[in-house]
Protein backbone atom coordinates (compact mmCIF):
# COMPACT_ATOMS: atom_id res chain seq x y z
CA UNK A 1 0.00 0.00 0.00
CA UNK A 2 3.32 2.35 0.53
CA UNK A 3 4.75 1.67 -3.05
CA UNK A 4 2.95 4.59 -4.67
CA UNK A 5 4.73 6.52 -2.24
CA UNK A 6 7.81 5.09 -2.93
CA UNK A 7 7.72 4.98 -6.65
CA UNK A 8 6.67 9.32 -5.92
CA UNK A 9 10.18 9.71 -4.39
CA UNK A 10 11.94 7.70 -6.62
CA UNK A 11 10.60 10.30 -9.62
CA UNK A 12 10.70 13.21 -7.73
CA UNK A 13 14.54 12.62 -7.03
CA UNK A 14 15.46 11.53 -10.62
CA UNK A 15 13.64 14.78 -11.55
CA UNK A 16 16.57 16.68 -9.13
CA UNK A 17 19.53 16.84 -11.24
CA UNK A 18 18.06 16.74 -14.91
CA UNK A 19 14.91 19.41 -14.46
CA UNK A 20 16.84 22.62 -14.15
CA UNK A 21 13.77 24.38 -12.29
CA UNK A 22 12.78 21.41 -9.77
CA UNK A 23 12.67 22.11 -6.65
CA UNK A 24 14.61 18.79 -5.50
CA UNK A 25 17.62 20.52 -7.70
CA UNK A 26 19.08 21.90 -4.55
CA UNK A 27 18.43 20.26 -0.76
CA UNK A 28 19.77 20.94 2.88
CA UNK A 29 23.06 18.62 4.01
CA UNK A 30 23.55 17.67 7.37
CA UNK A 31 26.60 16.72 8.94
CA UNK A 32 27.38 16.35 12.23
CA UNK A 33 31.29 15.93 13.19
CA UNK A 34 33.33 15.48 16.20
CA UNK A 35 32.16 18.63 17.58
CA UNK A 36 28.32 17.42 18.29
CA UNK A 37 26.90 20.27 16.59
CA UNK A 38 24.66 20.01 13.38
CA UNK A 39 25.89 22.06 10.43
CA UNK A 40 23.32 22.44 7.75
CA UNK A 41 23.48 23.75 4.26
CA UNK A 42 22.33 24.25 0.98
CA UNK A 43 24.05 21.71 -1.65
CA UNK A 44 23.47 20.89 -5.55
CA UNK A 45 22.21 16.96 -6.63
CA UNK A 46 23.83 16.22 -9.64
CA UNK A 47 22.84 12.88 -9.93
CA UNK A 48 20.45 9.97 -8.66
CA UNK A 49 21.19 6.26 -9.30
CA UNK A 50 18.71 3.46 -9.92
CA UNK A 51 18.85 2.20 -6.56
CA UNK A 52 18.66 5.59 -5.04
CA UNK A 53 22.44 7.02 -4.60
CA UNK A 54 22.28 10.48 -4.51
CA UNK A 55 25.52 12.83 -5.16
CA UNK A 56 26.48 16.13 -5.24
CA UNK A 57 30.22 18.08 -5.83
CA UNK A 58 32.17 20.13 -3.47
CA UNK A 59 35.80 20.80 -2.72
CA UNK A 60 37.73 18.23 -0.40
CA UNK A 61 38.80 21.07 2.08
CA UNK A 62 35.43 21.65 2.90
CA UNK A 63 33.87 21.12 6.79
CA UNK A 64 31.29 18.66 5.11
CA UNK A 65 34.14 16.48 4.12
CA UNK A 66 35.75 16.69 7.51
CA UNK A 67 32.14 15.96 8.93
CA UNK A 68 32.01 12.79 6.40
CA UNK A 69 35.31 11.63 7.94
CA UNK A 70 34.13 12.02 11.57
CA UNK A 71 30.75 10.91 11.46
CA UNK A 72 29.45 8.83 7.74
CA UNK A 73 25.88 9.16 9.15
CA UNK A 74 24.06 12.48 6.95
CA UNK A 75 20.56 13.76 6.66
CA UNK A 76 18.91 15.03 3.93
CA UNK A 77 15.87 17.76 3.43
CA UNK A 78 13.67 17.79 0.33
CA UNK A 79 11.02 20.44 -0.01
CA UNK A 80 8.64 21.05 -3.02
CA UNK A 81 6.28 23.57 -2.02
CA UNK A 82 4.35 23.75 -5.30
CA UNK A 83 3.37 19.94 -4.21
CA UNK A 84 3.23 20.32 -0.24
CA UNK A 85 5.99 17.49 -0.16
CA UNK A 86 8.73 17.01 2.26
CA UNK A 87 11.17 14.44 2.01
CA UNK A 88 13.54 13.52 5.10
CA UNK A 89 16.55 11.15 4.07
CA UNK A 90 19.00 9.62 6.24
CA UNK A 91 22.37 8.13 4.70
CA UNK A 92 25.94 6.71 4.70
CA UNK A 93 27.92 9.44 3.02
CA UNK A 94 31.20 8.41 1.46
CA UNK A 95 33.48 11.24 -0.49
CA UNK A 96 35.68 9.95 -3.84
CA UNK A 97 38.11 12.37 -5.14
CA UNK A 98 39.88 9.69 -7.33
CA UNK A 99 41.06 10.32 -10.77
CA UNK A 100 38.56 8.69 -12.62
CA UNK A 101 35.64 10.17 -10.32
CA UNK A 102 36.80 13.35 -11.52
CA UNK A 103 37.19 12.29 -14.93
CA UNK A 104 33.88 11.37 -14.98
CA UNK A 105 32.31 14.79 -13.32
CA UNK A 106 34.76 17.41 -14.41
CA UNK A 107 33.70 17.67 -18.12
CA UNK A 108 30.17 17.91 -17.01
CA UNK A 109 30.58 21.35 -15.38
CA UNK A 110 30.74 24.49 -16.87
CA UNK A 111 34.03 26.22 -16.76
CA UNK A 112 32.87 29.67 -14.26
CA UNK A 113 31.42 26.23 -11.81
CA UNK A 114 34.70 24.84 -11.87
CA UNK A 115 36.38 28.23 -10.53
CA UNK A 116 34.63 27.37 -7.37
CA UNK A 117 37.39 24.39 -6.59
CA UNK A 118 40.20 25.94 -7.71
CA UNK A 119 40.40 28.55 -5.05
CA UNK A 120 43.37 28.89 -3.08
CA UNK A 121 42.46 29.05 0.06
CA UNK A 122 39.98 26.31 1.47
CA UNK A 123 36.21 27.40 2.28
CA UNK A 124 35.38 28.87 5.38
CA UNK A 125 39.09 31.00 5.86
CA UNK A 126 39.10 34.04 6.74
CA UNK A 127 39.10 36.39 3.61
CA UNK A 128 39.47 40.13 3.99
CA UNK A 129 38.69 41.30 0.97
CA UNK A 130 36.18 38.88 -1.54
CA UNK A 131 37.78 40.58 -4.66
CA UNK A 132 41.08 39.12 -3.94
CA UNK A 133 40.23 35.55 -4.29
CA UNK A 134 43.12 33.79 -5.85
CA UNK A 135 42.69 30.91 -7.84
CA UNK A 136 44.63 28.01 -9.11
CA UNK A 137 45.29 27.47 -12.70
CA UNK A 138 46.47 24.12 -13.21
CA UNK A 139 45.05 22.28 -9.75
CA UNK A 140 41.62 21.84 -8.29
CA UNK A 141 39.83 20.71 -5.10
CA UNK A 142 36.93 18.64 -6.55
CA UNK A 143 35.45 15.80 -5.49
CA UNK A 144 32.32 14.27 -5.13
CA UNK A 145 30.23 13.15 -1.88
CA UNK A 146 27.82 10.46 -2.67
CA UNK A 147 25.26 9.25 -0.01
CA UNK A 148 23.37 5.65 0.27
CA UNK A 149 20.20 6.32 2.09
CA UNK A 150 18.87 3.60 4.74
CA UNK A 151 15.55 5.60 5.79
CA UNK A 152 13.40 7.93 4.18
CA UNK A 153 10.08 9.91 5.64
CA UNK A 154 7.51 11.03 2.93
CA UNK A 155 5.47 13.96 3.94
CA UNK A 156 2.78 14.96 1.75
CA UNK A 157 1.06 17.85 3.37
CA UNK A 158 -2.85 17.58 1.85
CA UNK A 159 -6.14 17.99 3.47
CA UNK A 160 -8.36 16.53 5.11
CA UNK A 161 -5.14 14.52 6.42
CA UNK A 162 -1.45 14.76 5.96
CA UNK A 163 -0.07 11.85 4.71
CA UNK A 164 3.85 10.47 6.69
CA UNK A 165 5.25 7.31 5.11
CA UNK A 166 8.54 5.90 6.68
CA UNK A 167 10.79 3.64 4.47
CA UNK A 168 13.80 1.21 5.94
CA UNK A 169 16.02 -0.16 3.66
CA UNK A 170 16.74 -4.18 4.19
CA UNK A 171 19.01 -6.03 2.87
CA UNK A 172 17.02 -6.17 -0.13
CA UNK A 173 14.32 -4.01 -0.29
CA UNK A 174 12.84 -1.01 0.71
CA UNK A 175 10.13 -1.47 3.55
CA UNK A 176 7.42 1.14 4.23
CA UNK A 177 4.76 2.04 7.19
CA UNK A 178 2.48 4.88 7.44
CA UNK A 179 3.38 7.01 10.70
CA UNK A 180 1.07 9.61 12.15
CA UNK A 181 2.54 13.23 10.50
Known amino acids: MTSHFFEQIKDELQKG ?13 AT ?12 VLRK ?6 LTFFTDKRSKKITHIKENKKVSLLFYNPAKMLQLKIEGIA ?3 DDEGTK ?8 PAAKKAYTTSMAPGSALTNPQNLEFLNDENHFCTVEIIPFKMEYLQLAQPNHIRVRFSRTETHWEGEFIVP
Open 17 to 29: PTEANHPFRYFTF
Open 32 to 43: VGLDQVARLRTV
Open 48 to 53: VSKDLT
Open 94 to 96: TYK
Open 103 to 110: AQFWSTIT
